[in-house]
């Protein structure tokens, strides 16, 4: 158990510099972007290295299991689950909702969000910060890397309220000012890499965003067992099961 809650504790620590005030509305902090925390961090990385390897090859083979699943569900539905079509969906609602965030405008990008997330990020972030005279400021220079962390499926047929986290990494600024002065209040300006998880769930045939977590999620994640419901028969499978059906029909009618 400590050991749990001293691995939490180091992972958290590293990942201080990631919050976002971006969609999600944590603001953007800085720990070690002093001189002096940049020794810190250095100290800290060669310390904590094994730690460090521990985390990365458990997303690792996360990453690698999910996509595992990914390729076989593909080939009951190659237009939800291919790899390529999914990435392509999920950097197109990346890109969509750090736009409709920076023009604090989150309506103009809720096709791309499910509803209730939408909404609440409008009304608890944006709506408060611009009661309070804040804006933030939220730009996306490109994004690093998109990775398949956990996937959650659905008992449904049509894969209704299936789930998919991904860890995104992005070289980003993010902070919010006064608009009346234009002082900084939280965060810092400049492009730094930043990851988050964004969880996207199937409504009605689309893929939309339903979650943004902090980076410290990854780990959680990627340590779970993917949860695969096999109720949906292919084809073949169920020519096969009637065909057993109608030889038990005829021998119990003998």
């Not at 458990?58 to 080939?75: I, N, S, V």
């Not at 499910?114 to 996306?140: A, R, T």
Request: some cysteine; hydrophobic content about 40%; glycine content about 4%.
């Amino acid at each position: 158990m400590k050991s749990k809650i001293f691995l939490i504790f180091i992972f958290v620590i590293f990942q201080y510099t990631e919050l976002l005030a971006g969609p999600g509305g944590k603001i953007a902090r800085v720990l070690f972007d002093s001189p002096l925390g940049k020794i810190v961090l250095i100290i800290l990385t060669i310390v904590l290295l094994p730690v460090i390897i521990y985390v990365n090859l458990k997303e690792y083979f996360g990453t690698r299991k999910t996509k595992k699943d990914l390729k076989e569900l593909a080939k009951e539905n190659y237009e939800l689950f291919d790899e390529i079509i999914l990435k392509n969906r999920v950097t197109d609602i990346f890109n969509r909702v750090h736009k409709g965030w920076s023009n604090q405008n989150m309506e103009e990008c809720s096709e791309y969000m499910s509803d209730w997330y939408w909404q609440n990020q409008q009304i608890v972030y944006l709506d408060k910060w611009k009661k309070q005279g804040m804006v933030n400021i939220c730009n996306v220079k490109k994004i690093n890397h998109i990775k398949p962390l956990h996937i959650r499926v659905s008992n449904n047929k049509d894969f209704n309220g299936t789930r998919i986290m991904y860890a995104i990494s992005a070289n980003m600024e993010d902070y919010l000012v006064k608009k009346t002065n234009s002082a900084i209040i939280e965060g810092k300006k400049g492009f730094r890499d930043v990851e988050t998880v964004w969880t996207i769930v199937l409504i009605d045939g689309i893929w939309k965003l339903d979650n943004i977590e902090e980076s410290v999620m990854t780990l959680k994640y990627a340590k779970m067992e993917n949860i695969l419901y096999r109720n949906i028969l292919k084809p073949a499978e169920t020519e096969n099961k009637q065909i057993d059906i109608d030889n038990n029909l005829q021998q119990t009618s003998k």
